[in-house]
């Protein structure tokens, strides 16, 4: 499986296990989704920096077979995601623009998403608006859980360490905001589900480490304000690193053994009521209108609540 390969260099940078989880998770359920959608041009806006690595999320779409282009308006982190994706001998499109209006053509993807933005987006109407516009057929967000039961952990760790809360407004975190916003901006809703459901809450503590402040100032404030207070990763040392072993991907560790038997187990077959309330990363699928969708399944009709 290109996840499974692709997870293999991923691991190689050390982000912690929840990290290489949500990676995991992602990557399985994105190789999925473009096998149940037959999507085939991809366009990430914004593609930002989460988890201190510019540009991998859409890594696992390219080696699927779909045509990518990352947009984002910081040119220091286009020049990043470049060395990596090259790295690795993957093609793209990287595209330095605006994400409320990019200027790319209208309708020129059938895929439009991101992940973990929506909830810093001062407008979030505006960007909607414009990955409709730029979207022949989906629309796709996944955004953090208000609902985990990890969240208080969070915001008390942030408490005791005097940090300021840097993972957007709580209030966009949830499902039913998005769909606000899809709606507002002509889209019909397709899938609600989520993703990344390890047996952990969602906490992002660092064992380790002070607080010392992060200078975006060479990325852009609009880099900045897209993802929280994480160092990002050097990119010649990642691309370094990855063609140190491409073609012999290191192997998998054992502890990701024991987190692909909990996915394949547990979050896989939890009830979707269950993994609303538990998983990390909530998405929403929207649908262009007067569009038809490519699936055999229907969508369910009744939503979680």
């Known amino acids: ?16 296990k929840g990290t290489a989880y949500e990676r995991y998770a992602l990557n399985i359920f994105l ?26 999320k859409s890594l696992v779409l390219a080696m699927c077979g779909c045509e990518v282009t990352l947009v984002n308006p910081s040119p220091k982190a286009i020049e990043e ?3 990596i ?14 994400y409320h209006q990019t200027g790319l053509p209208e309708n020129a993807f059938d895929f439009v998403w991101n992940f973990c933005v929506f909830e810093h987006f001062e407008d979030p109407q505006a960007v909607i608006a414009e990955m409709a516009r730029l979207s022949n057929r989906y629309v796709f967000m996944e955004i953090q859980n208000v609902h985990n039961i990890g969240l208080p952990l969070h915001r008390l760790y942030h408490w005791l360490r005097r940090e300021p ?37 969602d906490i992002n503590m660092k064992i380790s480490g002070g607080n010392e402040p992060i200078d975006y100032t060479e990325y852009g404030d609009e880099f900045a304000n897209l993802r929280p207070s994480v160092t990002p990763k050097p990119a010649d040392k990642v691309a370094a690193d990855w063609r140190r072993v491409y073609g012999n991907p290191p192997p998998f560790e054992w502890w990701m053994y024991l987190l692909k038997w909990w996915f394949y187990t547990i979050e896989k077959f939890s009830p979707r009521w269950f993994r609303m309330f538990y998983g990390h990363h909530p998405y929403v699928i929207g649908l262009k209108k007067n569009t038809s969708h490519r699936m055999d399944q229907q969508p369910p009709e009744k939503w979680p609540k």
């Open 81 to 83: 995601m470049k060395k």
């Open 1 to 16: 499986m290109n996840a499974e390969r692709l997870q293999r260099y991923l691991n190689m940078l050390d982000e912690g």
């Open 85 to 98: 994706w090259q790295s690795l001998k993957l093609e793209a499109n990287f595209v330095v623009a605006d």
């Open 31 to 56: 190789e999925q989704l473009v096998d149940r959608l037959k999507f085939k041009k991809v366009c990430e806006v914004p593609a930002n920096g989460v988890m201190g690595v510019p540009g991998i």
């Open 165 to 201: 809360w840097d993972h957007g407004d709580m209030t966009k975190m949830k499902y039913t905001e998005v769909v606000k916003f899809y709606k507002a901006c002509g889209l019909d809703i397709f899938e609600i589900d989520c993703t990344d459901m390890p047996p952990w809450p």
